[in-house]
């Protein structure tokens, strides 16, 4: 039936997401002790048998791609990579999207040069646009983290007439130069911000200056503070975007002063935004903090107003699942002391996407990073202990300096 096969899309896609490696280092066959067909390779395995049983069923093929490319992100392999350029010659719009995806995923950071072209090309003779737009995306994968390797490749994308193609030029420099705060791919994507024709690339260039910034969350909100007042709709999403990605889980001051703002705004899909944002910085928020309690109430109050746009309720349902994600006990993060987290940062790209294909949301859960610590004791009885932590959000909590930095953490207190 139609209800169980997009079933099965789904569960492939979920899949996939569950277990998508966590870095390059991750032993993709699995532990050495297990067998053949165990751990993740025996996951890899399942999805291309999916693909290859799932015919002409275009839901089927579409969740078995992204899960695939989830799964075997980074891997490189040939085998992969082949099948999925085999779905992607079907020329299939939801189909081809996915596999695109898939072998950005795959391929990501590698920067091949045989794939890049492959790609431009195939994305100038399709006639569909979501193609066209999962290869954007796919680009930007492989351009991940090769900061003046992608500067042909961007200038080319840049100065595409296909606005779509003009999209991929953002996404690649801020895939490329993910969290440097490179000035120059700043200016890149602020210049695009301002000048570019077409509302949807201006969104977006203001909307990955997020991932160039995550390290300095302040430093976005100076940045974009001005565009959040433009009379363009698309800019002021994209300003919403943007301080979500690049504050998440801080609880900056200025941020959730500035979406606060953007959540009174007439256009309904801004609204939306801002409370996904909002949600975004103020996640894992202690208990009592004003800002985040009062959100969660406003939050009821939208879902339950008649009244309201059904983007706005939209927006303000996911902000509550943002808000509970994982019990209470996780929170958002693309960096580690400094250090960039790959998938969170691949998942937040594809998650960015969602305002063309819903399914992009669930790629939010790759940026999760648990906030609890489980101790157990002989017989796995759980012992008491205390814990003092002593610690300044980086740019400051919702109510404390906004320009205090965190000074060294204060050591464990045990009973």
Known sequence: STQSTWEEGGALYALGLIHSPVCHDNPVAGDASMSAGEGQQGIINYLQDAIRNAGQNDQKLHGACLGLGLAAMTLGEAQITTQMKELLNMDSAVVGEAAALGIGMVMLGSADGETVELLMQYGQETEHEKITRGIALALSLLMYNREDEADTLIEALCTHKDPIFRC???????????????????????????????????????????????????????????????????????????????????????????????????????????????????????????????????????VKDKHEELMTKFGCIIACGILDAGGRNVTIALHRNGHNLMKAIVGMSIFAQYWHWYSYLLLLSLTFQPTTDLCAAEEYKLPIYKWVVKDTPVGGGVTGDEDQEPGPPEPFEWP
């Open 168 to 302: 991929g030029g953002v996404f690649v420099t801020a895939m490329a130069y993910a969290g440097t705060a490179n000035p120059r791919a700043i200016e890149r994507l602020l210049d695009v911000a301002v000048t570019d024709v077409a509302d949807e690339v201006r969104r977006y260039a203001i909307a990955y200056v997020g991932f160039l910034t995550f390290k300095k969350p302040k430093y976005c909100t100076d940045l974009v503070r001005l565009l959040s007042d433009s009379y363009n709709p698309h800019t002021r999403y994209g300003v919403a975007m943007a301080i979500g990605i690049a504050c998440a889980g801080t609880g900056l001051k200025d941020a959730v002063e500035l979406l606060e703002r953007l959540c009174k705004d007439n256009v309904d899909y801004i609204r939306q935004m801002a409370y996904i944002s909002l949600a975004m910085v103020l996640i894992h928020q202690p208990k009592g903090c004003e800002k985040a309690d009062g959100l969660r109430k406003t939050l009821e109050e939208r």
